[in-house]
């Protein structure tokens, strides 16, 4: 038995397919010959290598490198895959067509196992699918604590399939549409017409719930090959973002023009990522005023109170965020590059994983400080990054405030029963206890001595 780090709730068998780095730029080749349940194997993958799985029998896939909170893991869990990361020697010990046991909960793969293993696992996975089962009771149910704090809980999505699993899972809206992938899965950019389509038909599925749709958040960990991004020595703190969008305007202007001519549609919202001053903010919107002027000229209805917002990534932007929310129609707490920027600390690099934790007392400072300055101006606030649906951060959260969180499609369900069973009455103290608190051990061991006594 190998381990590593489980990065999905998860268990799954299948054959091994094994895969070099340099068979990866042919992975079509080597899975569509292939109908039986496939775990992979190989030392690293790209987002856009995941994305092609939808294809094919992938159910899992193992590693030698990554971490829990890279986008690999995300894209894992929202595609209900089985992912073991950071497996160091596991293409040494398997061999292709080797039967697997892949357990995405524990971080172990088991090769070959006996069948008294397989039997085991086989009640394990039985087990998971009753609670599974279970949890569909919840779908329709208010998002709300026992003491009455009502949350409006949404879904994170990546396509026009992800819309549908938000709303099988009774998700309250879309609080972050990553239209990254509009633009990786192809080899060309993608025309105002084809985007305006897909934002038109999430609409249709959404039936009249928020869309919130970041816009192009390319370079950083999401590179386009096609557009000939220039090297970087720092790629995730160079020109990406915002600052893409504003070096490339004419595929910002696309993705907005098709944004607000969608919105007439359905109920969505704009939202800027890799902001660190006011002044980019202003530039967008002075783009966006601009693009509704020719609407308006062309005669194309369009929601004109279209809501535009700032993702808060940043500590620049933590720290202007009174600006931002006087200014801002909301803001969207992205905790995930959030924790990389404060801590300084790479999400994917293994070699530091402990210190990337959104307990870090200067993260959970700075959502508070974000909150604290939403809440003077009335300016509506999410979280939608991992830590939206961190069960035992949520009652931290909601007395700081927040009161709208998107999650992977799949852990709608899972988060709120975590939230339908909380009674924030009974975290009174925590606020003051988390102030005198300075390392992520503290935090951690504060939060479970609260949750130990209920």
């Not at 992938?181 to 192809?186: A, G, I, K, Q, S």
């Not at 060309?188 to 999430?202: A, D, N």
């Not at 830590?387 to 369900?413: H, M, N, Q």
């Amino acid at each position: 038995m190998l381990s590593g780090m489980g990065v999905s709730g998860r268990i799954v068998m299948g054959t091994a397919v094994k895969l070099e780095s340099e068979q990866l730029s042919e992975l079509d080749k080597y899975l569509e010959r292939t109908e039986e349940d496939i775990i992979l194997i190989t030392p690293e993958l790209t987002v856009q290598d995941v994305i092609k799985f939808d294809r094919y029998p992938v159910v899992g896939f193992v590693t030698e490198t990554g971490g829990f909170n890279s986008h690999l893991a995300i894209l894992a869990r929202r595609m209900e895959l089985t992912a073991v990361l950071s497996v160091p020697g596991c293409m040494d010990f398997v061999t292709d067509g080797d039967y697997l046991i892949l357990d995405g909960i524990e971080g172990n793969l088991v090769v070959n196992p006996r069948r008294i293993t397989i039997e085991n696992y086989q009640k394990i996975i039985q087990k998971l699918c009753e609670d599974d089962n279970r949890i569909r009771s919840l779908v329709g149910k208010d998002t709300v604590t026992k003491d009455g704090f009502q949350v409006c809980l949404m879904g994170n999505i990546d396509n026009e399939t992800d819309a549908g699993k938000v709303c099988e899972n009774g998700g309250e809206g879309v609080g972050l549409f990553r239209t990254e992938n509009l633009y990786t899965v192809r080899e060309s950019l993608p025309t105002e017409e084809e985007q305006f389509e897909i934002y038109r038909k999430i609409a249709e599925k959404m039936d009249g719930k928020p869309i919130t749709i970041r816009t192009l958040d390319a370079g950083g960990d999401h590179p386009i090959s096609y557009l000939e991004m220039e090297q970087e020595e720092n790629p995730f703190l160079g020109c990406r973002g915002i600052r893409y969008s504003f070096r490339r305007s004419d595929i910002f202007k696309t993705q907005c023009r098709a944004i607000l001519r969608a919105s007439a549609y359905g109920k969505f919202r704009i939202l800027l990522p890799m902001l660190s001053s006011l002044a980019e903010l202003r530039r967008a919107r002075t783009i966006i005023a601009l693009i509704r002027e020719e609407l308006d000229q062309q005669k194309i209805a369009y929601d004109r109170e279209l809501p535009v917002g700032v993702m808060i990534e940043t500590p620049a932007a933590v720290w202007l965020a009174d600006h931002f929310a006087k200014e801002a129609d909301f803001l969207s707490i992205g905790t995930n590059d959030l924790t990389q920027y404060t801590i300084a600390a790479d999400r994917g690099n293994k070699q530091i994983a402990k210190l990337y934790s959104h307990y870090h007392p200067a993260v959970l400072r700075s959502i508070e400080h974000v909150v604290k300055c939403c809440r003077k101006e009335n300016t509506p606030v999410s979280i939608c990054g991992e830590a939206a649906g961190d069960a035992r951060l949520l009652p931290l959260l909601f007395l700081y405030g927040v009161d709208e969180l998107s999650v992977s499609p799949t852990a709608i369900l899972q988060t709120r029963q975590q939230i339908r069973s909380l009674d924030l009455r009974q975290y009174r103290g925590i606020l003051a206890s988390m102030n005198n608190l300075s390392t992520i051990e503290e935090t951690e061991s504060c939060l479970d001595a609260f949750s130990a006594t209920i």
